[in-house]
C-alpha cells in the first residue's frame, strides 16, 4: 500500500521558469511533510518541510503547498537552475515517527 | 547545520562474509537512527528504527538475524549484514532524528550511503 505517490516519474524544465513537484498521500494521520534531494550514490538532503497545520511555507526559491483536503502537497522551484537537477522525494510522518517516502522524481533543468 | 557519516562509503564482499556499516552523527545527538535501503531507481525502503539502548524495531519483510543492529551511544548506530550474498547488494542510507521541542517539527539528516556489492 503506497500511502504516499509521486506519480510523475521525471519533469524536465527551462532554466528560470517554475518547477513544480507534486506528491499525494492516502493516511489523513500524517502531521509532517518534508522534501528531499538526492544526487545519484549520495544520502537525500533535506530540503523543506510542511506541518499540517499550516498550508505554505516557503524558504529562498523553495515553496511547499499543502492541501489537507485534498491530501496534496507541492514542491515549487522558483527560478529553476541547471543545479537543482536531481531526485525529489516527498515524505511524511506521523508524531515524528517514521518517514514514508514517495518513489521520487527526476527533475532535469535545461540551460 | 546537522551532519551524519557513514562509513564505509563503499564496500565490495565475498559471498558468506559479514559486512559492518557505520552511521555516525557528528554534531548533535541522536536517540532514534533509521536505516533505509534503495535499490536501483527505487525510493528509500525503511529496513529498521534504532533507539539507543534498546533493540531496534525491523520493518515487514526485514530479517533481524541478517540485518543486525546496534545503537550503542547517542552518536554511532552500526548495521551489520551477515553471510552477505548477492541479493544484499545495495545502496544502504542511514538518517539520524533530531527531536524538537515541538514533535512536530522534526527532521531527518540522512548520511551520504554505503554502496555494498556481494560477489
Known amino acids: 500500500d503506497q500511502q504516499v505517490k509521486q506519480n510523475s516519474p521525471s519533469l524536465s524544465v527551462q532554466e528560470g521558469r517554475i518547477s513544480i513537484l507534486n506528491c499525494d498521500y492516502t493516511n489523513s494521520m500524517f502531521d509532517y511533510f518534508l522534501w528531499y534531494k538526492k544526487y545519484p550514490a549520495e544520502g537525500p538532503t533535506f530540503l523543506i518541510s510542511i506541518s ?4 505554505k511555507n516557503e524558504d529562498g526559491r523553495f515553496t ?4 489537507k483536503s485534498a491530501k496534496h502537497l507541492s514542491l515549487h522551484i522558483v527560478p529553476s537552475q541547471p543545479g537543482d537537477s536531481a531526485v525529489y522525494f ?4 506521523r508524531y515524528g515517527n517514521k518517514l514514508v517516502f514517495g518513489a521520487g522524481t527526476i527533475l532535469r533543468v535545461k540551460s | 547545520g546537522a551532519v551524519v557519516s ?3 562509503s563503499r564496500v565490495i564482499c565475498k559471498s558468506g ?4 556499516i557505520e552511521c555516525r552523527s557528528l554534531d548533535f545527538q541522536a536517540t532514534t537512527m533509521f536505516w533505509y535501503r534503495q535499490f536501483p531507481k527505487q525510493s528509500l525502503m525503511l529496513m529498521a528504527t534504532s ?10 519483510g526485514v530479517e533481524k538475524d541478517k540485518f543486525l543492529i546496534n545503537h550503542a551511544s547517542l552518536t554511532l548506530s552500526t548495521l551489520t549484514v551477515t553471510s552477505a550474498h548477492p541479493e544484499d547488494s545495495s545502496f544502504y542510507i542511514c538518517s539520524a532524528r533530531i527531536l524538537h521541542r ?8 540522512f548520511g551520504p550511503g554505503t554502496r555494498l556489492t556481494v560477489l
Open chain 1, 52 to 55: 499540517s497545520i499550516k498550508d
Open chain 1, 64 to 67: 511547499v503547498f499543502l492541501n
Open chain 1, 90 to 93: 516527498c515524505a511524511a510522518t
Open chain 2, 6 to 8: 557513514q562509513h564505509p
Open chain 2, 17 to 20: 562474509t559479514s559486512v559492518k
Open chain 2, 51 to 60: 533507539n539507543e539502548g534498546s533493540k531496534a524495531t525491523y520493518e515487514q
Open chain 2, 102 to 109: 515541538d514533535r512536530m517539527a522534526n527532521e531527518q539528516f
